[in-house]
Each structure stands twice: as structure tokens, then as C-alpha cells.
């Protein structure tokens, strides 16, 4: 698999920016979408693995699903992985726009891994803005961004997931 380097001008044709450390993730936060859907459905949560695109909102389809109690998006997830250059981390914020605008007070939780994964790299330099400079811990009804280098276990990543569920849940029954 070809993958991209400083200076080459962006992804030419027969490239790819994908990693194998890219699909792990993705696959990861695939797998354990699908079984905390099955595991968390007596609560009366739904999963959709896209939003569809209307005439007022473009369609975004994060990793870890968009989840919804009732009519209501209440979480979404993604999994981003990236060297310290580039510019691939800032299409997270179309599907956080696109979320956002469908509840502004759904959480949204994002583990990114790589290089570019630090406070101080490409990952945490844009994503500052969004997170208030607050990395890995779960912020309520907000932007969280868990980021390691050298990635996460599955079961981390699912660990965290279910709390933001549990939470959210709990916020939206109890208010």
C-alpha cells in the first residue's frame, strides 16, 4: 500500500493515505459499534451507521455510528490516525458540523492515534479549538478526543464508548 509523505503535493493518483494502523482503528471502533448496539438496545438507544443527506444537511458517517434515543442524536464516534503533517484530521469537522447541527448537545468522542496524535501535534493543534485544549477525558455533551501514539485496546475504546452511552442516556431520560 502507498502512503503519502511530506512534500509530495497531496494524494496523486494509485496513493493511498491509508495505513494499516488507519484500518485497525476503523475496523476496531466498526467492530465495537456493531456490539454495544446489540449489547445497549434494551436501554432504547438505535444506531445508524450514516446520516443521510437532506436539502438543508450534507451526509457524514462516523466510525463508531450515530446514536440516537428516540428522534433525539445523543453521541457520535470517530477514529482518525495521523502522522504529524498533513491535513487529513480536518474532515473531522464536517461530521462533527453535521452532527452538531442535528443536536448541539450530543457528545462526540474521537480516538485518534499516530504521530500527529499529541497536544502539540497536527491532531491536537487542530482539534484545540474544538476540545478547549482538554484531551483525554470525557467531556459531557461536548468534543472528547482521546489521543496515544500508539493506539488503543479494543476493549479501551469500548470501555469509553459505553460510559458515553450510559451517560448520555441517563441525561436525556433524566431531563
Same mark, same amino acid.
Given at each position: 500500500?502507498?502512503?503519502?509523505?511530506?512534500? #509530495?503535493?497531496?494524494?496523486? /493518483?494509485?496513493?493511498?493515505?491509508?495505513?494499516?494502523?488507519?484500518? /485497525?482503528? @476503523?475496523? @476496531? =471502533?466498526?467492530?465495537?459499534?456493531?456490539?454495544?448496539?446489540?449489547?445497549? %438496545?434494551?436501554?432504547?438507544?438505535?444506531? /445508524?451507521?450514516?446520516? +443521510?443527506?437532506?436539502?438543508?444537511?450534507?451526509?457524514? $458517517?462516523? @466510525?463508531?455510528?450515530?446514536?440516537? =434515543?428516540?428522534?433525539? &442524536?445523543?453521541?457520535?464516534? !470517530?477514529?482518525?490516525?495521523? $502522522? @504529524?503533517?498533513?491535513?487529513?484530521?480536518? %474532515?473531522?469537522?464536517?461530521?462533527?458540523? +453535521?452532527? %452538531?447541527? &442535528?443536536?448541539?448537545?450530543?457528545?462526540?468522542?474521537?480516538?485518534?492515534?499516530?504521530?500527529?496524535?499529541?497536544?502539540?501535534?497536527?491532531?491536537?493543534? +487542530? &482539534?484545540?479549538?474544538?476540545?478547549?485544549? !482538554?484531551?483525554?477525558?470525557?467531556? !459531557?455533551?461536548?468534543?472528547?478526543?482521546?489521543?496515544?501514539?500508539?493506539?488503543? #485496546?479494543?476493549?479501551?475504546?469500548?470501555?469509553?464508548?459505553?460510559?458515553? =452511552? &450510559?451517560?448520555?442516556?441517563?441525561?436525556? /431520560?433524566?431531563?
Amino acid at each position: 500500500m502507498t502512503t503519502i509523505t511530506k512534500g #509530495t503535493g497531496g494524494i496523486q /493518483k494509485g496513493q493511498s493515505a491509508t495505513t494499516t494502523e488507519s484500518l /485497525k482503528i @476503523d475496523k @476496531d =471502533l466498526k467492530d465495537i459499534r456493531d456490539e454495544l448496539c446489540e449489547e445497549l %438496545r434494551h436501554h432504547g438507544i438505535t444506531m /445508524k451507521k450514516k446520516i +443521510v443527506s437532506t436539502n438543508t444537511l450534507t451526509a457524514c $458517517q462516523p @466510525d463508531g455510528g450515530a446514536w440516537y =434515543l428516540g428522534e433525539t &442524536l445523543i453521541a457520535a464516534f !470517530e477514529a482518525k490516525k495521523q $502522522q @504529524d503533517h498533513g491535513n487529513a484530521i480536518e %474532515r473531522w469537522y464536517k461530521n462533527n458540523y +453535521v452532527c %452538531r447541527s &442535528l443536536n448541539e448537545n450530543m457528545s462526540y468522542g474521537t480516538w485518534a492515534r499516530g504521530e500527529g496524535a499529541h497536544p502539540e501535534g497536527s491532531i491536537g493543534r +487542530v &482539534l484545540d479549538i474544538s476540545h478547549d485544549g !482538554e484531551w483525554n477525558v470525557y467531556r !459531557e455533551g461536548k468534543n472528547s478526543c482521546w489521543m496515544s501514539k500508539d493506539g488503543f #485496546t479494543k476493549e479501551e475504546i469500548k470501555e469509553q464508548m459505553r460510559a458515553i =452511552l &450510559l451517560e448520555r442516556i441517563n441525561f436525556y /431520560k433524566n431531563t
